[in-house]
């Protein structure tokens, strides 16, 4: 089974400080999928990246892959109070496979 | 429609009661997937299909759950004699996209077994 690994876990920070959530992954895949939920809500998408060494960006948001290490990660820039959400990862293994979802990683900006 | 649309919304039953979740997908999408989702968890697999065929069932927890998609279109999750431990957000997404294969997600039914 593939398993997705998602750190930290919780996640505090100022607003206008940088950080860095880390996904990394235990099978040979080159989809990743990034996706945020805010309380109540669903899966929002964010970022699909296909191939290694693909960066997305979007606002203050960068996703980064790394198929070599499976690894990919997602930048954040200057946080602002907007982004408090949950942030997961996703891989699957090819088109139209199940998703396979990391435990996310809670995030709260503070004023 | 213009998203993935779920209902009910929220559903509380009673522990042995059967409950049906109904899931319609954004129009045309040929691939629908039913995921379940326990508090603070991120979501699991439920099962997977192509137009009106089932491609994958493997992650249904047990024979209390089956899912349809008669015509390809709307699908629904049933779950038989409910137990507590069914609890969760049930999550339905499609995608039509080939070359991305992202997945688009309803609002999803929270479900409450008492």
């Known amino acids: 089974e593939l398993k997705v690994e998602q750190n930290p876990l919780f996640l505090s920070m100022q607003e206008g400080k940088n950080y860095t959530i880390y996904c990394n992954y235990s099978?040979?895949?080159?989809?990743l999928y990034w996706y945020r939920q805010d309380p109540g809500k669903s899966l929002e998408s964010l970022f699909v990246?296909?191939?290694?060494?693909a960066v997305k960006q979007e606002g203050r948001l960068m996703a980064s892959l790394d198929t070599k290490a499976r690894l990919s990660t997602l930048h954040i820039t200057a946080a602002v109070h907007d982004l408090s959400a949950t942030y997961f990862c996703a891989v699957t293994r090819y088109t139209g496979n199940q998703f396979y979802f990391g435990t996310g990683t809670s995030l709260t900006v503070i004023p | 429609g213009a998203g993935v649309s779920q209902s009910p919304r929220y559903k509380v039953a009673k522990r042995g009661q059967d409950v049906a979740l109904r899931c319609d997908p954004i129009s045309g999408h040929v691939s629908l997937f039913w995921y379940q989702q326990a508090l603070g968890q991120g979501p699991e697999f439920l099962t997977y299909f192509q137009n009106e065929a089932q491609l994958d069932k493997s992650g249904l927890p047990s024979d209390r759950f089956f899912a349809e998609r008669p015509e390809g279109s709307v699908s629904t999750l049933k779950i038989q004699r409910t137990q507590q431990e069914d609890s969760a957000v049930y999550l339905c997404?499609?995608?039509?996209?080939?070359?991305?294969?992202?997945?688009?997600f309803g609002e999803g039914s929270r479900l409450t077994v008492l």
């Open positions: 099978t040979t895949s080159d989809r």
């Open positions: 997404a499609s995608s039509g996209t080939v070359n991305t294969g992202e997945l688009f």
């Open positions: 990246l296909l191939s290694n060494g």
